[in-house]
Protein backbone atom coordinates (compact mmCIF):
# COMPACT_ATOMS: atom_id res chain seq x y z
CA UNK A 1 0.00 0.00 0.00
CA UNK A 2 1.53 3.56 -0.91
CA UNK A 3 0.97 5.78 2.08
CA UNK A 4 0.24 9.36 1.09
CA UNK A 5 1.72 11.88 4.07
CA UNK A 6 1.37 15.45 3.71
CA UNK A 7 3.58 17.81 5.70
CA UNK A 8 2.88 21.59 6.23
CA UNK A 9 5.71 24.02 7.23
CA UNK A 10 7.87 21.59 4.73
CA UNK A 11 10.88 24.56 3.75
CA UNK A 12 11.42 24.64 7.41
CA UNK A 13 13.78 23.77 10.53
CA UNK A 14 11.51 20.61 11.48
CA UNK A 15 10.46 19.66 8.45
CA UNK A 16 13.89 19.55 7.19
CA UNK A 17 14.57 17.09 10.08
CA UNK A 18 11.82 15.10 9.28
CA UNK A 19 11.16 14.26 5.92
CA UNK A 20 14.16 12.52 4.91
CA UNK A 21 13.76 10.12 7.70
CA UNK A 22 9.92 9.66 6.84
CA UNK A 23 11.40 9.18 3.14
CA UNK A 24 14.35 6.13 4.39
CA UNK A 25 11.41 4.50 5.94
CA UNK A 26 11.60 5.05 9.48
CA UNK A 27 7.40 5.18 9.51
CA UNK A 28 6.23 2.71 7.53
CA UNK A 29 9.39 0.82 6.24
CA UNK A 30 9.63 -0.52 3.14
CA UNK A 31 6.06 0.76 2.16
CA UNK A 32 6.24 3.22 -0.67
CA UNK A 33 5.77 6.84 0.42
CA UNK A 34 4.01 9.97 -1.40
CA UNK A 35 5.36 13.08 -0.19
CA UNK A 36 2.93 16.17 -0.65
CA UNK A 37 4.68 19.34 0.74
CA UNK A 38 3.10 22.86 1.71
CA UNK A 39 4.49 25.70 2.03
CA UNK A 40 3.50 29.64 1.74
CA UNK A 41 4.40 31.87 -1.96
CA UNK A 42 7.59 33.14 0.27
CA UNK A 43 9.15 29.84 0.45
CA UNK A 44 9.10 28.23 -2.18
CA UNK A 45 12.92 28.69 -3.78
CA UNK A 46 14.01 27.43 -0.09
CA UNK A 47 11.61 24.16 -0.46
CA UNK A 48 12.64 23.45 -4.25
CA UNK A 49 16.19 22.89 -2.61
CA UNK A 50 14.52 20.68 -0.14
CA UNK A 51 12.88 18.46 -2.95
CA UNK A 52 16.46 18.13 -4.58
CA UNK A 53 18.28 17.11 -1.70
CA UNK A 54 15.36 14.44 -1.50
CA UNK A 55 15.90 13.23 -5.29
CA UNK A 56 19.29 13.00 -4.44
CA UNK A 57 18.74 10.68 -1.86
CA UNK A 58 17.65 7.90 -4.31
CA UNK A 59 15.07 6.76 -1.44
CA UNK A 60 13.85 3.23 -2.82
CA UNK A 61 10.24 3.50 -1.10
CA UNK A 62 9.86 7.33 -2.05
CA UNK A 63 7.57 7.04 -5.23
CA UNK A 64 6.25 10.38 -5.79
CA UNK A 65 6.91 14.71 -4.16
CA UNK A 66 4.75 16.93 -4.99
CA UNK A 67 5.33 20.39 -3.74
CA UNK A 68 2.25 23.14 -3.60
CA UNK A 69 1.06 25.84 -2.09
CA UNK A 70 -2.36 25.46 -2.59
CA UNK A 71 -4.04 23.01 0.73
CA UNK A 72 -6.16 20.98 -1.36
CA UNK A 73 -3.55 19.34 -3.60
CA UNK A 74 -1.51 18.90 -0.64
CA UNK A 75 -4.18 17.29 1.80
CA UNK A 76 -5.88 15.62 -1.34
CA UNK A 77 -6.38 11.33 -0.39
CA UNK A 78 -3.57 12.20 2.23
CA UNK A 79 -3.30 8.87 5.19
CA UNK A 80 -1.33 11.44 6.97
CA UNK A 81 -0.63 14.92 7.41
CA UNK A 82 2.01 16.44 9.51
CA UNK A 83 0.59 20.30 10.04
CA UNK A 84 4.53 22.12 11.57
CA UNK A 85 3.66 25.04 9.33
CA UNK A 86 2.12 27.77 11.65
CA UNK A 87 2.96 31.73 12.08
CA UNK A 88 5.80 32.53 13.91
CA UNK A 89 5.75 34.52 17.28
CA UNK A 90 6.97 37.92 16.02
CA UNK A 91 8.34 40.96 17.60
CA UNK A 92 6.06 42.61 19.87
CA UNK A 93 3.43 39.93 19.02
CA UNK A 94 1.26 38.66 22.24
CA UNK A 95 -0.90 35.91 22.91
CA UNK A 96 -3.90 37.00 21.09
CA UNK A 97 -1.93 38.37 17.87
CA UNK A 98 -0.21 34.32 17.78
CA UNK A 99 -3.82 32.37 17.68
CA UNK A 100 -5.22 34.80 15.50
CA UNK A 101 -2.39 34.50 12.76
CA UNK A 102 -2.64 30.74 13.80
CA UNK A 103 -6.37 30.53 13.42
CA UNK A 104 -6.03 31.46 10.22
CA UNK A 105 -3.64 28.99 8.93
CA UNK A 106 -5.10 26.09 11.34
CA UNK A 107 -8.86 27.00 9.66
CA UNK A 108 -7.90 26.82 6.31
CA UNK A 109 -5.77 23.86 6.57
CA UNK A 110 -8.33 22.15 8.80
CA UNK A 111 -11.06 22.48 6.31
CA UNK A 112 -8.96 21.52 3.48
CA UNK A 113 -8.34 18.41 5.49
CA UNK A 114 -11.68 17.57 5.72
CA UNK A 115 -12.65 18.25 2.27
CA UNK A 116 -9.75 16.17 0.77
CA UNK A 117 -8.31 13.95 3.06
CA UNK A 118 -9.24 10.34 3.62
CA UNK A 119 -11.72 9.84 5.79
CA UNK A 120 -9.30 8.10 8.22
CA UNK A 121 -6.41 10.22 8.18
CA UNK A 122 -4.27 10.78 11.13
CA UNK A 123 -3.70 14.13 11.81
CA UNK A 124 -0.50 15.31 13.84
CA UNK A 125 -0.69 18.96 14.68
CA UNK A 126 3.10 19.89 15.40
CA UNK A 127 2.79 24.38 14.93
CA UNK A 128 2.22 26.25 18.33
CA UNK A 129 -0.18 26.77 19.84
CA UNK A 130 -0.54 22.93 19.06
CA UNK A 131 -3.31 21.92 21.14
CA UNK A 132 -5.38 24.41 20.35
CA UNK A 133 -5.13 25.03 16.74
CA UNK A 134 -5.67 20.86 16.48
CA UNK A 135 -9.00 22.36 18.16
CA UNK A 136 -8.98 24.47 15.44
CA UNK A 137 -8.25 22.47 12.40
CA UNK A 138 -10.51 19.80 13.80
CA UNK A 139 -13.29 21.66 14.11
CA UNK A 140 -13.18 23.00 10.32
CA UNK A 141 -12.80 19.91 9.23
CA UNK A 142 -15.69 18.52 10.41
CA UNK A 143 -18.19 21.18 9.07
CA UNK A 144 -16.57 20.45 5.32
CA UNK A 145 -18.83 18.57 2.42
CA UNK A 146 -17.31 15.62 1.25
CA UNK A 147 -17.64 13.59 -1.97
CA UNK A 148 -18.05 10.70 -0.06
CA UNK A 149 -20.54 11.56 1.96
CA UNK A 150 -19.09 11.50 5.10
CA UNK A 151 -18.36 14.26 7.86
CA UNK A 152 -14.11 14.23 9.24
CA UNK A 153 -14.49 12.96 13.07
CA UNK A 154 -12.15 15.29 14.59
CA UNK A 155 -10.88 12.56 17.13
CA UNK A 156 -8.33 12.58 13.58
CA UNK A 157 -6.75 15.44 14.90
CA UNK A 158 -4.10 15.19 17.16
CA UNK A 159 -1.48 17.20 18.53
CA UNK A 160 2.29 16.44 19.68
CA UNK A 161 3.04 15.83 23.28
CA UNK A 162 5.65 13.27 22.48
CA UNK A 163 8.59 15.22 22.39
CA UNK A 164 7.60 16.08 25.85
CA UNK A 165 7.19 12.98 26.81
CA UNK A 166 10.61 11.30 25.23
CA UNK A 167 12.39 14.41 27.17
CA UNK A 168 10.58 13.14 30.14
CA UNK A 169 12.14 9.49 29.88
CA UNK A 170 15.70 10.86 28.76
CA UNK A 171 15.39 13.38 32.45
CA UNK A 172 14.36 10.39 34.52
CA UNK A 173 16.46 7.98 32.91
CA UNK A 174 19.86 10.13 33.69
CA UNK A 175 18.80 10.84 37.02
CA UNK A 176 18.66 7.46 37.82
CA UNK A 177 21.78 6.17 35.51
CA UNK A 178 19.28 4.09 34.07
CA UNK A 179 18.88 3.46 29.86
CA UNK A 180 15.68 4.84 28.43
CA UNK A 181 14.92 1.55 27.47
CA UNK A 182 13.87 0.45 31.17
CA UNK A 183 11.75 3.18 31.70
CA UNK A 184 8.13 2.88 31.04
CA UNK A 185 3.98 4.58 31.41
CA UNK A 186 5.49 8.01 31.83
CA UNK A 187 2.93 10.61 30.89
CA UNK A 188 2.43 14.13 29.93
CA UNK A 189 -0.95 15.74 30.67
CA UNK A 190 -2.65 18.62 29.57
CA UNK A 191 -1.35 21.64 27.38
CA UNK A 192 2.12 21.48 25.31
CA UNK A 193 3.22 24.24 27.26
CA UNK A 194 4.73 25.38 30.35
CA UNK A 195 2.10 24.16 32.16
CA UNK A 196 1.90 20.70 30.90
CA UNK A 197 2.45 17.88 33.92
CA UNK A 198 4.94 15.20 33.24
CA UNK A 199 3.90 12.27 35.52
CA UNK A 200 6.62 9.69 36.91
CA UNK A 201 3.93 8.84 39.67
CA UNK A 202 3.25 5.39 37.58
CA UNK A 203 6.18 5.12 35.37
CA UNK A 204 7.68 1.63 35.77
CA UNK A 205 11.77 1.20 35.64
CA UNK A 206 12.43 -2.66 35.08
CA UNK A 207 8.99 -2.93 36.60
CA UNK A 208 9.96 -1.82 39.50
CA UNK A 209 7.71 2.02 40.91
CA UNK A 210 9.93 4.72 39.58
CA UNK A 211 9.36 6.98 42.57
CA UNK A 212 10.91 3.97 44.49
CA UNK A 213 13.93 4.29 42.48
CA UNK A 214 14.40 7.63 42.93
CA UNK A 215 14.00 7.92 45.75
CA UNK A 216 17.07 5.19 46.67
CA UNK A 217 18.97 7.95 44.46
CA UNK A 218 17.37 10.77 46.40
CA UNK A 219 17.91 9.82 50.04
CA UNK A 220 14.43 9.03 50.46
CA UNK A 221 10.36 9.31 49.60
CA UNK A 222 10.63 13.31 50.75
CA UNK A 223 14.01 14.41 48.92
CA UNK A 224 12.65 12.29 45.83
CA UNK A 225 9.49 14.35 45.86
CA UNK A 226 11.32 17.56 46.18
CA UNK A 227 13.49 16.82 43.18
CA UNK A 228 10.01 15.86 41.45
CA UNK A 229 8.72 19.33 42.00
CA UNK A 230 11.84 21.39 42.02
CA UNK A 231 13.96 20.02 38.84
CA UNK A 232 11.90 17.16 36.66
CA UNK A 233 8.54 18.75 36.00
CA UNK A 234 10.43 22.54 35.32
CA UNK A 235 12.76 20.89 33.39
CA UNK A 236 10.90 19.41 30.88
CA UNK A 237 8.10 22.26 30.75
CA UNK A 238 10.97 24.41 30.44
CA UNK A 239 13.45 21.80 27.97
CA UNK A 240 12.67 23.92 24.86
CA UNK A 241 13.81 27.73 25.76
CA UNK A 242 16.88 25.32 27.29
CA UNK A 243 17.28 24.51 23.95
CA UNK A 244 17.02 27.85 22.43
CA UNK A 245 19.44 29.45 24.50
CA UNK A 246 22.03 26.59 23.95
CA UNK A 247 21.21 26.30 20.29
CA UNK A 248 20.34 29.74 19.27
CA UNK A 249 17.64 27.77 17.83
CA UNK A 250 14.28 25.90 18.42
CA UNK A 251 14.04 22.07 18.88
CA UNK A 252 14.11 20.75 15.00
CA UNK A 253 15.68 17.51 15.23
CA UNK A 254 13.85 16.07 18.25
CA UNK A 255 10.62 17.58 17.23
CA UNK A 256 10.86 15.50 13.72
CA UNK A 257 11.90 12.83 15.94
CA UNK A 258 9.14 12.94 18.51
CA UNK A 259 6.69 13.52 15.44
CA UNK A 260 7.65 10.63 13.44
CA UNK A 261 7.24 8.37 16.68
CA UNK A 262 4.00 9.65 17.41
CA UNK A 263 3.00 8.88 13.52
CA UNK A 264 4.81 5.64 13.66
CA UNK A 265 2.95 4.35 17.25
CA UNK A 266 -0.66 5.77 16.22
CA UNK A 267 -0.01 3.71 12.71
CA UNK A 268 0.93 0.52 13.81
CA UNK A 269 0.38 0.14 17.57
CA UNK A 270 2.18 0.25 20.74
CA UNK A 271 1.59 -3.53 21.74
CA UNK A 272 0.69 -2.21 25.11
CA UNK A 273 3.30 0.38 25.98
CA UNK A 274 1.54 3.60 27.04
CA UNK A 275 2.62 6.78 24.92
CA UNK A 276 1.57 10.63 25.42
CA UNK A 277 -0.89 11.77 23.00
CA UNK A 278 -2.93 15.06 23.22
CA UNK A 279 -6.14 13.70 22.03
CA UNK A 280 -9.75 15.12 21.80
CA UNK A 281 -11.29 14.22 25.32
CA UNK A 282 -14.22 12.95 25.72
CA UNK A 283 -14.18 13.94 29.26
CA UNK A 284 -11.53 11.64 30.87
CA UNK A 285 -9.75 12.72 33.90
CA UNK A 286 -12.46 15.43 33.79
CA UNK A 287 -10.55 17.35 31.13
CA UNK A 288 -14.00 18.92 29.34
CA UNK A 289 -15.37 17.16 26.26
CA UNK A 290 -13.88 18.11 23.00
CA UNK A 291 -10.65 19.88 24.61
CA UNK A 292 -7.69 18.77 23.03
CA UNK A 293 -5.57 17.59 26.04
CA UNK A 294 -2.71 15.58 26.45
CA UNK A 295 -3.56 11.70 27.94
CA UNK A 296 -1.54 8.26 28.53
CA UNK A 297 -2.69 6.19 25.37
CA UNK A 298 -2.28 3.33 23.93
CA UNK A 299 -2.70 1.84 20.23
CA UNK A 300 -4.18 -1.23 19.29
CA UNK A 301 -2.57 -2.86 16.15
CA UNK A 302 -5.47 -1.78 13.94
CA UNK A 303 -4.64 1.88 14.74
CA UNK A 304 -7.08 2.50 17.21
CA UNK A 305 -5.95 4.69 20.20
CA UNK A 306 -7.39 5.42 23.44
CA UNK A 307 -6.97 7.25 26.72
CA UNK A 308 -5.70 4.94 29.50
CA UNK A 309 -8.34 4.90 32.72
CA UNK A 310 -8.81 4.46 36.04
CA UNK A 311 -5.47 6.21 37.20
CA UNK A 312 -6.05 7.29 40.73
CA UNK A 313 -5.16 10.99 40.46
CA UNK A 314 -3.64 12.21 43.72
CA UNK A 315 -4.15 15.76 44.98
CA UNK A 316 -1.28 17.18 43.99
CA UNK A 317 -1.18 15.86 40.36
CA UNK A 318 -4.91 17.01 40.20
CA UNK A 319 -3.99 20.61 40.91
CA UNK A 320 -1.22 20.66 38.32
CA UNK A 321 -3.56 18.95 35.58
CA UNK A 322 -6.70 21.07 36.66
CA UNK A 323 -4.05 24.43 35.72
CA UNK A 324 -3.33 22.93 32.22
CA UNK A 325 -6.34 22.38 31.99
CA UNK A 326 -7.88 25.85 32.30
CA UNK A 327 -5.19 26.99 30.16
CA UNK A 328 -6.28 24.99 27.31
CA UNK A 329 -10.32 26.01 28.38
CA UNK A 330 -9.52 29.60 28.23
CA UNK A 331 -7.30 29.17 24.72
CA UNK A 332 -10.12 27.71 23.53
CA UNK A 333 -12.50 30.59 24.94
CA UNK A 334 -10.02 32.97 22.55
CA UNK A 335 -10.31 31.35 20.11
CA UNK A 336 -14.09 31.45 19.93
CA UNK A 337 -13.98 35.08 20.70
CA UNK A 338 -11.86 35.40 17.54
CA UNK A 339 -14.59 33.72 15.34
CA UNK A 340 -12.32 30.49 14.95
CA UNK A 341 -14.58 27.94 16.71
P1 LIG B 1 10.28 27.26 10.94
O1 LIG B 1 9.95 28.72 11.06
O2 LIG B 1 11.68 26.84 10.67
O3 LIG B 1 9.36 26.61 9.80
C1 LIG B 1 8.00 26.85 9.71
C2 LIG B 1 7.64 26.81 8.24
O4 LIG B 1 6.23 26.89 8.16
C3 LIG B 1 8.23 27.96 7.42
O5 LIG B 1 8.97 27.45 6.33
C4 LIG B 1 6.99 28.73 6.96
O6 LIG B 1 7.14 29.28 5.66
C5 LIG B 1 5.92 27.61 6.99
N1 LIG B 1 4.55 28.11 7.05
C6 LIG B 1 4.07 29.18 7.73
N2 LIG B 1 2.76 29.32 7.47
C7 LIG B 1 2.41 28.33 6.63
C8 LIG B 1 1.20 27.96 5.98
N3 LIG B 1 0.09 28.69 6.16
N4 LIG B 1 1.21 26.89 5.17
C9 LIG B 1 2.33 26.17 4.97
N5 LIG B 1 3.52 26.48 5.54
C10 LIG B 1 3.55 27.53 6.36
O7 LIG B 1 9.72 26.60 12.29
P2 LIG B 1 10.02 25.15 12.88
O8 LIG B 1 11.21 25.21 13.76
O9 LIG B 1 9.99 24.15 11.78
O10 LIG B 1 8.76 24.97 13.86
C11 LIG B 1 7.45 24.83 13.35
C12 LIG B 1 6.42 24.89 14.47
O11 LIG B 1 6.64 23.84 15.41
C13 LIG B 1 6.45 26.17 15.29
O12 LIG B 1 5.11 26.61 15.49
C14 LIG B 1 7.03 25.72 16.62
O13 LIG B 1 6.62 26.55 17.69
C15 LIG B 1 6.47 24.33 16.72
N6 LIG B 1 7.12 23.42 17.67
C16 LIG B 1 6.32 22.49 18.27
C17 LIG B 1 6.83 21.53 19.12
C18 LIG B 1 5.94 20.49 19.75
O14 LIG B 1 6.45 19.67 20.52
N7 LIG B 1 4.62 20.47 19.52
C19 LIG B 1 8.28 21.51 19.48
C20 LIG B 1 9.13 22.21 18.48
C21 LIG B 1 8.55 23.49 17.93
O15 LIG B 1 8.74 24.53 18.87
Redesign the pocket.
Known amino acids: MTRTVAV ?8 YALLFRLAAGEVYGKEPVRLRL ?3 P ?2 VD ?1 LDGVLMELADCAFPALVDVVATTDPDEAFADADAALL ?5 RQEGMNRADLLRANGE ?1 FR ?2 GAAIGRAAKADVRVVV ?3 P ?1 NTNALIAAHHASLQDREDGRRMDPARFT ?3 R ?2 HNRAMSALAAKIDAPVGSIERITIWGN ?1 SNTQVPDLTDALVDGRPAPEVVAEVCDGPAAARDWVADDFIPAVANR ?1 AAVIAARGA ?3 AS ?1 AS ?1 ALDHLRDWTFGTDGVRVSMAVRSSGEYGVPEGLVSSFPCTVEADGSYRVVEGIELDADRRARIDASIAELASERDEAAGLGFL
Open positions: TGAAGSIALEVQARVGAAPVTHVGNAALTLDHGSSAAA
